[in-house]
């Protein structure tokens, strides 16, 4: 056991930047700049403060949830900071908090409306570890958190915009429904990793209390409601040139999952879990993607970059097996 370091030395900071794993910040941020993208023209500091808090949020959730759950990742995850000993509860709880409340005010400067929204993910956040423990739940409960970001972006990118008014707007929901459907599929996908110590700490997760096989089974509806609602979004809005580029990104992201789908049905070890996790996550954000190319045709550039670097980001996470 370490002696835990303290925010005040800059080791802390890249002790907590492991917490955060850097590789799934564009979980949150593909999710918010998918809601950013029914924005019109958009002003650069607006779409630069929205798509940041976004994209950092996730990290600091991630955190946050760690700290509850140092029982079951001291068994699967043992090589992150928190469970050695390095970083102490107390610490990784306030500056979780503080970063979630930075990016929930950035996010409230720019519309006052997303204030109950975020917040509504933030109180998911804390409350995940309890429905994790039930397998009904936990899948759910993550994704709501991560499909909420798809409103959030959407009312920080449009001035004066309402929940109301967002949801009018054509192809919204099924974005929303694919990013929940997208997300849940890795989060119960992730689950198959970490069977054997959630099975020891008492985390009643769905392939512990019905075997990996049928949590196969209902990882694969998810992964087709995924694709089928980014599809429905996509022919909500897209003409023109938009179309193709967006039915490519659909195909694509459509044999990343199926990949992901032929992959876990074959796992047999936590160990081997992650080979079926990283298809799928290419998955989430390459459906995503078509929605957002759908409204913003030339921003296939910056989604092909963006895609490069969570490609490169998640080479270099610190243990292989976990994702």
């Not at 564009?26 to 630069?48: C, E, H, K, Q, Y």
Request: charged share 10%; with cysteine; proline share 6%.
């Amino acid at each position: 056991m370490h002696r835990a370091i303290t925010p005040s030395s800059p080791a802390f900071w890249s002790a907590y930047r492991i917490q955060m794993r850097p590789y799934l910040l564009f979980v949150s941020g593909i999710a918010g700049w998918t809601g950013i993208a029914f924005a019109g023209d958009l002003a650069a500091p607006r779409l630069a403060a929205a798509f940041a808090a976004c994209f950092l949020g996730y990290g600091f959730g991630q955190a946050l949830t760690d700290c509850f759950q140092k029982d079951t990742d001291a068994l699967s995850s043992s090589y992150r900071p928190l469970v050695r000993g390095e970083l102490s509860t107390r610490d990784v709880f306030v500056v979780s908090i503080g970063g979630l409340t930075v990016c929930t005010l950035l996010l409230a400067l720019a519309n006052p409306h997303t204030l109950p929204v975020a917040s509504g993910a933030v109180l998911g956040l804390l409350s995940y570890t309890w429905f994790k423990r039930r397998w009904w739940g936990g899948p759910p409960c993550n994704a709501a958190v991560v499909a909420l970001l798809v409103p959030v972006g959407a009312l920080a990118a449009i001035p004066g915009s309402t929940p109301a008014s967002i949801l009018a707007h054509p192809g919204l929901p099924a974005a929303v429904s694919a990013a929940f459907f997208g997300y849940a599929h890795f989060v119960l996908t992730g689950y198959f990793k970490d069977v054997e110590a959630d099975r020891a700490t008492g985390y009643d997760t769905l392939p512990v209390r019905f075997g990996r096989t049928a949590a196969a089974w209902v990882a694969d509806a998810t992964a087709v409601t995924a694709v089928l609602s980014a599809s429905a979004s996509v022919h909500a809005v897209a003409t023109g040139t938009a179309l193709p580029l967006a039915g490519l990104l659909l195909v694509a992201g459509a044999a990343a999952f199926g990949l992901s789908s032929v992959r876990l049905h074959r796992v047999k070890t936590d160990r081997d879990a992650f080979r079926s996790i990283v298809p799928g996550l290419h998955g989430f954000l390459l459906t995503l993607g078509a929605v957002i190319v759908a409204h913003h045709p030339a921003w296939i550039a910056g989604l092909a970059l963006f895609h490069g670097l969570f490609v490169r980001t998640l080479a270099r996470r610190p243990e292989i097996s976990q994702v």
